[in-house]
């Protein structure tokens, strides 16, 4: 029995220790030093006077920024991913190569996709060569940097494209081809299956792949850094200028716990709604 | 069970017509022609890979015919989607929604045919008599046992009234004294709604108890269609007579109208094709077998006892005839043991020419 109790004890050890020292340890630092505790940088005092200095217009901005293209690239992302894993459910000819070309996005770094895309978009890029040589503008668009933050929603929706694509086919294929037949043979149209059929008992992935897009591209730095607008900026951009180029140390630090707490309150919600969805399947 | 349920209006007959379909390479129903009469309930049998399930997925219209034509009465189905098709189908599976209440689930069809609130309403509540599940239509399928699964696929698909009804090994998830008892149950409910119903099943016993007709399939042909017990007693090949129960199959060559010779014994065949020359197959069941004392009448076949096998209301022994391996089936009061040497009759007319 003890040398059970000793065996896991070995076997946990490495990993939640890992993610308790660097995870855990690291979160609780950063909310101590947000309230003035344990400072790097000059004396350590309890204070709010960081989180009272967030109350201004950039920290707002910021913050409905990053909500605009975390909610934006979810549900953006979802649109292309769930008719495309509806698509390439059934194997036909080319799903296949389809389901490849697919996933290389997933396999490129953010900073590189950035890169990659700003190429596209860029004044004097791809697209608007194309479109001017075609003659359909006659004066460059401007797509990058714009102030909405278009082109950091496209950049995150080609990046996360084949990762909610991955939940939602692992998804649909956990549906019986049976049932599908089913709701045919009792009379439902395709597009009636799907809605009667597919498309609730494919909910819980949906909200998966939904919240798991929200949260990666939530605390964004790369993509935004170099295709985002230039005022405003995300919260994560906005916490490393605090940090680094203003030595705000104190206010970066409720930058991450805002960010971060923010990221697990939408886990709160994702499986507060997972469980009640799991409830209806049962 | 309730007898409020009226007959479907619209019943009619089904048709195939040289249906032929391939998987790849490979033929999986290989020129399938069939007639099933309205009302009539008709059962695929074979084994698994015979095609049977595939021509029922054809009718269903969930895969089209590489060639030949699918009719429902006059009218050719081979285009017609399978939501336009009117056919309702009892999966093995039971395939039921399990984010749908049983009430939602069996309201699913009408609901997908418009059919009017008020009329959706009082054929649930019929369809709920019907299959016995009162009390339980709030619960979801995964709350019920796999018995009242059964129930409310069965339900689903006849509250939709369909013009032919389809079963697709519907027993084999459930347990042997359950099976038994649905079997009845589905007969006699398809009988009362006189729908035209295609049955497929892999289970000679289930096969024979519930259908008009059985056939039987193997490779993806026709082997023979009959009724059961034309289909027992009379089996045409060689592959019926082994797949409909057990089956004793002795190769030999014609000697006579009715006589076969064969390394066992010369045996005097019951009414029937008339026999050319060459090789031939002969065929009768373990219960026809009996002991009798030596010296005695035609068609003996003399045997040792290789095995005794009680099986409550039978004995079954395990005989070799000459390095020719048989079964029979005798009464409890048999005596004899293993390495017994013993004479045993068949009568001619339980003794069958297979191809």
Not at chain 2, 42 to 63: D, E, H, I, Q, W
Request: aromatic share 8%.
């Amino acid at each position: 029995m003890r040398t059970d109790r000793l065996t896991l004890v070995l076997l946990i050890l490495p990993g939640a220790g890992f993610i308790f020292l660097f995870l855990a340890a690291a979160i609780a630092m950063t909310v101590l030093q947000s309230v003035g505790l344990y400072s790097l940088v000059g004396e350590s005092k309890l204070t709010f006077e960081h989180w009272l200095s967030l109350a201004d217009r950039t920290f707002i901005d910021s913050f409905l920024f990053s909500l605009k293209v975390g909610v934006g690239s979810a549900f953006g992302t979802l649109i292309f991913s769930y008719p495309l894993a509806l698509f390439l459910r059934r194997r036909r000819f080319g799903t296949q190569l389809i389901g490849s070309i697919i996933k290389i996005p997933l396999f490129v770094p953010a900073l590189v996709a950035a890169f990659l895309i700003l190429n596209v978009l860029a004044f004097h890029g791809i697209l608007n060569s194309a479109l001017l040589g075609l003659g359909i503008i006659d004066r460059p668009l401007r797509m990058l940097n714009d102030k909405f933050g278009w082109n950091v929603l496209i950049i995150q929706i080609w990046k996360n494209l084949p990762f909610q694509l991955l939940i939602l086919s692992a998804t649909l294929e956990s549906i019986q081809t049976d049932v599908e037949d089913a709701a045919r043979n009792l009379g439902a149209s395709p597009w009636r299956v799907i809605r009667h059929v597919i498309l609730p008992l494919s909910a819980p992935g949906i909200l998966i792949a939904v919240v798991l897009v929200f949260i990666l591209t939530f605390g964004d730095y790369a993509i935004t850094k170099v295709a985002g607008p230039v005022y405003p900026s995300s919260l994560s951009v906005l916490m490393y200028t605090e940090a680094f180029t203003l030595q705000q140390w104190g206010a970066a630090a409720c930058i991450g716990v805002v960010i971060t707490f923010a990221s697990l309150l939408f886990v709160a919600i994702y499986a507060r709604a997972a469980r009640a969805v799991a409830e209806i399947g049962r | 069970m309730c007898a409020c349920a009226a007959g479907f209006p619209a019943v009619s007959g089904l048709r195939l017509r040289n249906v032929v379909r391939h998987y790849g390479g490979f033929t999986a129903v290989d020129g399938v022609d069939l007639d099933i009469a309205k009302g009539e309930l008709v059962t695929l049998l074979g084994p698994s890979g015979c095609g049977k399930t595939t021509t029922l997925r054809m009718v269903a219209g969930f895969m089209a015919p590489d060639s030949g034509d699918i009719l429902f009465g006059e009218r050719r189905m081979n285009d017609v989607p399978p939501h336009r098709r009117n056919t309702a189908m009892v999966f093995q599976s039971y395939a039921l929604f399990p984010h749908m209440t049983v009430a939602e689930n069996i309201a699913f069809g009408l609901k997908m045919r418009k059919i009017p609130a008020a009329e959706q309403t009082r054929r649930i509540g019929e369809a709920i008599d019907t299959v016995s599940l009162r009390g339980l239509e709030a619960r979801r399928p995964g709350q019920l046992s796999g018995g009242q699964q059964q129930r409310v696929a069965l339900a689903r698909a006849i509250v939709t009234q369909p013009d032919i009804l389809l079963f697709d090994e519907p027993l084999s998830n459930l347990d042997a004294k359950l099976r038994e008892k649905v079997r009845l149950e589905i007969r006699e409910l398809q009988k009362r709604l006189g729908v035209t119903t295609l049955y497929v099943t892999h289970d000679q016993v289930e096969a024979l108890a519930i259908s008009d007709r059985i056939v039987v399939m193997n490779k993806g042909r026709i082997e023979q269609v009959g009724a059961p017990e034309t289909l027992y007693r009379s089996p045409v090949t060689s592959f019926v007579a082994d797949f409909l129960g057990a089956a004793n199959i002795v190769p030999g060559t014609a000697a006579g109208d009715h006589l076969v010779a064969t390394p066992i014994g010369r045996f005097s065949v019951g009414p029937g094709r008339k026999l050319g020359g060459g090789p031939v197959k002969i065929s009768w069941r373990p219960e026809d077998m009996r002991v009798v004392a030596p010296g005695a009448e035609a068609n003996i076949v003399g045997a040792r006892v290789r095995g005794v096998v009680f099986c409550g209301s039978f004995i079954e022994l395990v005989l070799d005839a000459a390095g020719q391996q048989l079964r029979a089936q005798v009464d409890t009061g048999f005596r004899g043991r293993e390495g017994d040497m013993l004479d045993f009759a068949v009568p001619s007319d339980r003794v069958r020419v297979v191809e």
